[in-house]
């Protein structure tokens, strides 16, 4: 126990017979007096740490460790059941390592530690326990709170500041339990993230608040597998950074989140990533082309949430073996579909909306074996733009849905072009059955190389049509069970040459024109 005066050095551990214990059997506590002023430690110079604890079962507390020389740490506990409890570390620039170095089975609570070039608390080996404690660091490349092959390890009700650096970083460590903190990186500098994760696997983040003010709020970059993210809310800004990226792993489970991109991607699964779940959670991204929610990867499983990008895309999927489920997003960009699927393919879409109320609702572009049931897809009136809008894409199945574009089109099927070299991609053998579609025009169909459409009911307005053929059709585009109503013309061919024959329509009374050929051009065969 310190007398309340100022000493130079004290140095833990050496010429004790036993684990903290003194010659007489007495448990070994280092603190200030109670009630008085804490009394501060200054390490001289060549020394290690203002406290160096090498034996086991010591306790410090109530102390002030202010370095005015250059050592590694503050405080370096290098033995097990070491507790640390109501100290303050203030490095002044001068402390290399970190403020509190940790080995295993320690403990560090109701604690303060600025340093600048050094990691705020660094904790190696297993079964550390910090608490109540706020961290601060100045100096890049450098964390709040370092986990550097930790394992078992709780991080609870603390704060981790980084200026311009990392709120937690873990790396190489593994099933650790970060609880009810706040991880922040504060400056606008360009990097770093509130809470990194590298070489790090089955670790649990719950009820935190993470936060990067440049770069990305939570970053799980290489081989983080099996992690789970929960009850949190995470925000980024800055040069098109993601609130939550994953960069690569598998298994990782994000779960009840609040995420938020002023500046970028609100979540992005990247292609490194697979088998994650997200669920639950509500993506807001504020920055014009970006997403709510992206995935690249692939056996993802999104489901029940909220998707919110009104300058982007509420959810876009790139990736393969996708299954998104009881999902809702809202966008309003004419640029930018409210649902985007390109590429990849084998994605299911289940009791879904999307709604885009500046643009197209959905878009399937060069993609296959897209399966959506029981969703509603809904895009602007207008501007030529479509609740669901094929482009080359193959092999697809949209049923028991509703598609609408007032005044637009509520389901378009056509080719992509690639502009690069100029080649076109026209879609095969897509299916459509139970349908209620909604548009100026319910559905035209300018490309298409077979496919089937049925059981569907489809509504025009009294300047639009049923259904519009245009010229690029191939193969046998079956028709049955389909009733128009409220359409000018029930059917209606593009100002091109059609061959085509259709079958299986019934028309109510308040089509004014059955078949409207006027647009047809010479070399047309169409029998109805």
């Given at each position: 126990?310190?007398?309340?005066?100022?000493?130079?050095?004290?140095?833990?551990?050496?010429?004790?017979?036993?684990?903290?214990?003194?010659?007489?059997?007495?448990?070994?506590?280092?603190?200030?007096?109670?009630?008085?002023?804490?009394?501060?430690?200054?390490?001289?110079?060549?020394?290690?740490?203002?406290?160096?604890?090498?034996?086991?079962?010591?306790?410090?507390?109530?102390?002030?460790?202010?370095?005015?020389?250059?050592?590694?740490?503050?405080?370096?506990?290098?033995?097990?059941?070491?507790?640390?409890?109501?100290?303050?570390?203030?490095?002044?620039?001068?402390?290399?390592?970190?403020?509190?170095?940790?080995?295993?089975?320690?403990?560090?609570?109701?604690?303060?530690?600025?340093?600048?070039?050094?990691?705020?608390?660094?904790?190696?080996?297993?079964?550390?326990?910090?608490?109540?404690?706020?961290?601060?660091?100045?100096?890049?490349?450098?964390?709040?709170?370092?986990?550097?092959?930790?394992?078992?390890?709780?991080?609870?009700?603390?704060?981790?500041?980084?200026?311009?650096?990392?709120?937690?970083?873990?790396?190489?460590?593994?099933?650790?339990?970060?609880?009810?903190?706040?991880?922040?990186?504060?400056?606008?500098?360009?990097?770093?993230?509130?809470?990194?994760?590298?070489?790090?696997?089955?670790?649990?983040?719950?009820?935190?608040?993470?936060?990067?003010?440049?770069?990305?709020?939570?970053?799980?970059?290489?081989?983080?597998?099996?992690?789970?993210?929960?009850?949190?809310?995470?925000?980024?800004?800055?040069?098109?950074?993601?609130?939550?990226?994953?960069?690569?792993?598998?298994?990782?489970?994000?779960?009840?989140?609040?995420?938020?991109?002023?500046?970028?991607?609100?979540?992005?699964?990247?292609?490194?990533?697979?088998?994650?779940?997200?669920?639950?959670?509500?993506?807001?991204?504020?920055?014009?082309?970006?997403?709510?929610?992206?995935?690249?990867?692939?056996?993802?499983?999104?489901?029940?949430?909220?998707?919110?990008?009104?300058?982007?895309?509420?959810?876009?999927?790139?990736?393969?073996?996708?299954?998104?489920?009881?999902?809702?997003?809202?966008?309003?960009?004419?640029?930018?579909?409210g649902l985007y699927v390109a590429?990849?393919?084998?994605?299911?879409?289940?009791?879904?909306?999307?709604?885009?109320?500046?643009?197209?609702?959905?878009?399937?572009?060069?993609?296959?074996?897209?399966?959506?049931?029981?969703?509603?897809?809904?895009?602007?009136?207008?501007?030529?733009?479509?609740?669901?809008?094929?482009?080359?894409?193959?092999?697809?199945?949209?049923?028991?849905?509703?598609?609408?574009?007032?005044?637009g089109v509520g389901l378009s099927?056509?080719?992509?072009?690639?502009?690069f070299d100029m080649t076109t991609?026209?879609?095969?053998?897509?299916?459509?059955?139970?349908?209620?579609?909604?548009?100026?025009?319910?559905?035209?169909?300018?490309?298409?190389?077979?496919?089937?459409?049925?059981?569907?009911?489809?509504?025009?307005?009294?300047?639009?049509?049923?259904?519009?053929?245009?010229?690029?059709?191939?193969?046998?585009?079956?028709?049955?069970?389909?009733?128009?109503?409220?359409?000018?013309?029930?059917?209606?061919?593009?100002?091109?040459?059609?061959?085509?024959?259709?079958?299986?329509?019934?028309?109510?009374?308040?089509?004014?024109?059955?078949?409207?050929?006027?647009?047809?051009?010479?070399?047309?065969?169409?029998?109805?």
């Open positions: 126990e310190t007398d309340g005066w100022y000493y130079v050095e004290y140095n833990g551990g050496r010429g004790w017979i036993g684990p903290g214990k003194e010659a007489n059997g007495f448990a070994i506590r280092i603190m200030g007096t109670p009630g008085a002023d804490r009394p501060t430690v200054t390490p001289p110079g060549g020394s290690t740490a203002g406290f160096s604890l090498q034996t086991s079962g010591v306790g410090l507390s109530d102390v002030n460790v202010v370095t005015t020389n250059t050592v590694v740490y503050g405080i370096l506990v290098s033995s097990p059941l070491v507790t640390v409890s109501s100290v303050s570390v203030d490095s002044g620039g001068r402390i290399t390592g970190a403020g509190i170095f940790l080995s295993s089975g320690g403990a560090v609570s109701y604690s303060s530690i600025t340093v600048q070039n050094a990691d705020g608390v660094r904790i190696t080996g297993s079964s550390n326990t910090i608490s109540f404690t706020t961290a601060s660091v100045t100096a890049f490349s450098r964390a709040a709170f370092y986990f550097n092959g930790a394992s078992s390890t709780t991080l609870q009700d603390s704060f981790g500041y980084g200026n311009p650096v990392y709120g937690a970083f873990l790396y190489h460590s593994h099933r650790n339990v970060l609880a009810r903190n706040t991880l922040r990186k504060v400056s606008a500098a360009a990097g770093a993230a509130g809470l990194f994760l590298n070489d790090a696997s089955s670790n649990t983040v719950t009820e935190s608040f993470v936060s990067n003010a440049g770069g990305a709020g939570a970053d799980l970059s290489v081989n983080a597998h099996n992690n789970l993210i929960e009850l949190s809310s995470i925000t980024a800004a800055g040069a098109v950074y993601d609130g939550l990226l994953l960069g690569h792993g598998n298994g990782n489970r994000f779960s009840r989140l609040y995420v938020y991109s002023r500046d970028g991607n609100a979540g992005s699964l990247s292609s490194g990533s697979s088998e994650s779940t997200v669920e639950l959670s509500t993506f807001v991204s504020a920055y014009a082309g970006a997403r709510a929610l992206g995935t690249n990867g692939s056996s993802e499983t999104i489901t029940g949430n909220l998707l919110l990008a009104p300058a982007g895309t509420a959810l876009g999927l790139f990736g393969s073996s996708i299954t998104v489920s009881r999902n809702v997003g809202f966008t309003a960009n004419g640029s930018y579909p590429g990849g393919g084998y994605v299911a879409i289940r009791d879904s909306s999307f709604e885009n109320s500046a643009g197209d609702g959905g878009k399937l572009e060069r993609t296959a074996w897209v399966d959506i049931l029981r969703s509603t897809i809904a895009g602007a009136g207008g501007g030529g733009y479509a609740g669901l809008r094929l482009e080359g894409a193959s092999s697809n199945t949209v049923t028991a849905s509703r598609l609408s574009a007032p005044g099927i056509g080719s992509y072009l690639e502009l991609t026209t879609g095969v053998e897509n299916v459509f059955s139970g349908l209620t579609v909604v548009g100026s025009t319910a559905v035209s169909v300018s490309a298409s190389h077979g496919g089937s459409l049925a059981s569907s009911v489809l509504y025009g307005d009294p300047s639009g049509a049923g259904l519009v053929l245009g010229a690029e059709n191939a193969g046998v585009l079956a028709l049955s069970s389909l009733t128009v109503r409220g359409a000018r013309a029930a059917l209606a061919f593009g100002d091109a040459v059609v061959v085509a024959t259709v079958t299986g329509i019934s028309i109510d009374g308040t089509s004014a024109v059955s078949a409207d050929g006027t647009t047809l051009l010479p070399g047309s065969r169409v029998t109805v």
